[in-house]
C-alpha cells in the first residue's frame, strides 16, 4: 500500500477490533494482546457488535479516527465488507469475502480502506501443524489428483478452496445442504483452476464409504451443526486430516468421530491463530514496531504466546 503515512506508536494508544454478530465469544482479543505485548506496543482491542444493518453507521461514525490500526472481521459482515474497501488485495478479489481490513492514511491525509484474507493462511497453516498439505514430499497419488473436500458453503468455504490451490490440491468437493449457496463457489473454484464437485451433504458418509475420500476436509459448519456426520464414520486412509473450524466445545463430535476412524484432526484454533498472526503483520506494518520485521526467533516467540493465550499452551488437535 504504498502512499500511505506510517502510525506512530508513540502517538497514543492504538486501536484495533474484531467485528461480527454475534461477536462476545471471540477469541481475538486475547490472541492480539499477547501479539501487541510482545510487540511493545500499546493496542486496544476490541469486540464490536456490528451487523449488516448497523455495518454503514459503523463506518461513518465510530470506525472513523486516525488511532485505527484495523479490524478482524467475521460473519456476516465477510462479504459486506467487500463494497466499502478503498482496496482489497488479489485474494478478496478472487473470493468475494474478507476478513482483515487494515486502516492506513494517504498523503492527502485521507482515510484508506484495505482488504484483505488471512483465512487462506490460517487453514494452511493448521493443516501443516498435521502434515495434511498437498506439497509433501512424493505425495501418492500426485498432488494435483488429491481431493479437497468441504462441509458446508458459507464465508469461510472460499477461503478453504483458495487454501486447497494454494496446497497445490487440483480439485475439490463440497458437500452443503443448499444447492444454490454450493454452486456459488463455481467462479471462485474456476478463477483458482480447481476442478469442483458438488454433492449434496447427505452423501458424505456414502462417498467415504465408497471411497470417495478427500486427503483434506475443511468442516466451515457452526458448532455442532455438523454432529451427525462424526456417527457411523467408515475407517479412513492414515494421515486423512479434517479442519473442524467450530472449536466450541472441542473435540467437536465430528473430530471425535473421525479421529476414531483413523483420520487426524485439527481445531478451528489452529487457524484462528495462525489467521491472526498474519492480521498482526498487516495491522503494524507501518507502526515503529512491524511484527514482520522480528527476528524469526522472535516472531516464534510471539506466536508461542498467542498460542498460549487460547489456553495455557494446550494443543490445537
Keep these: 500500500m504504498s502512499g500511505a503515512t506510517a502510525v506512530p506508536a508513540a502517538a497514543g494508544k492504538l486501536r484495533a477490533a474484531v467485528l461480527g454478530s454475534p461477536i462476545s465469544h471471540s477469541r481475538s482479543p486475547q490472541l ?29 461514525e465510530a470506525g472513523t ?13 465477510k462479504a459486506a465488507m467487500v463494497g466499502h474497501m478503498t482496496t482489497v ?18 498523503e492527502d491525509g485521507a482515510r484508506r480502506l484495505h482488504g484483505d484474507n ?15 498439505g498437498a506439497d509433501e514430499p512424493n505425495p501418492t497419488p500426485p498432488a ?4 479437497f473436500g468441504l462441509v458446508g458453503a458459507g464465508g469461510t468455504a472460499a477461503a478453504a478452496l483458495a487454501a486447497a490451490a494454494e496446497m497445490g490440491f487440483g480439485s475439490a468437493v463440497v458437500y452443503a445442504r443448499s444447492p444454490e449457496r454450493a454452486a456459488s463457489l463455481e467462479p471462485v473454484a474456476d478463477a483458482l483452476g480447481l476442478v ?16 470417495l475420500v478427500p486427503q483434506a476436509l475443511v468442516s466451515t459448519l457452526p458448532p455442532r451443526a455438523a454432529d451427525q456426520l462424526g456417527a457411523d464414520l467408515p475407517t479412513l486412509p ?21 479421529q476414531r476412524s483413523g483420520g487426524v484432526v485439527v481445531s478451528g484454533l489452529a487457524m484462528l491463530l495462525h489467521q491472526a498472526v498474519h492480521q498482526v503483520e498487516l495491522f503494524t506494518a507501518d507502526t515503529v514496531h512491524p511484527a514482520g520485521l522480528l527476528s524469526e526467533s522472535s516472531h516464534a516467540q510471539m506466536v508461542d504466546n498467542m498460542r498460549a493465550a487460547l ?5 490445537l488437535n
Excluded at 144 to 147: P, V
Excluded at 196 to 211: A, C, I, M, T, Y
Excluded at 311 to 315: L, M, R, T
Design 238 to 258: 492414515a494421515g486423512t486430516a479434517l479442519l473442524d473450524v467450530a472449536y466450541d466445545p472441542w473435540p467437536s463430535v465430528l473430530a471425535t468421530g473421525w
Design 311 to 315: 489456553g495455557g499452551g494446550a494443543a
Design 32 to 60: 492480539h494482546d499477547a501479539a501487541y505485548r510482545h510487540l511493545g506496543l500499546d493496542v486496544d482491542y476490541t469486540r464490536v457488535q456490528v451487523d449488516e444493518s448497523t455495518l454503514g453507521e459503523f463506518l461513518q
Design 118 to 132: 488471512t483465512d487462506v493462511d490460517g487453514i494452511i497453516k493448521a493443516f501443516a501443524e498435521v502434515s495434511a
Design 89 to 106: 488485495s488479489d485474494r478478496v478479489r478472487t473470493l468475494g469475502v474478507l476478513n482483515t481490513v487494515v486502516h492506513r492514511t494517504g
Design 65 to 77: 479516527g486516525p488511532d485505527w490500526l484495523g479490524w478482524s472481521v467475521t460473519m456476516p459482515l
Design 196 to 211: 469442483l464437485l458438488l454433492r449434496p451433504r447427505e452423501l458424505f458418509h456414502q462417498d467415504l464409504s465408497k471411497g
Design 144 to 147: 494435483t489428483e488429491r481431493i
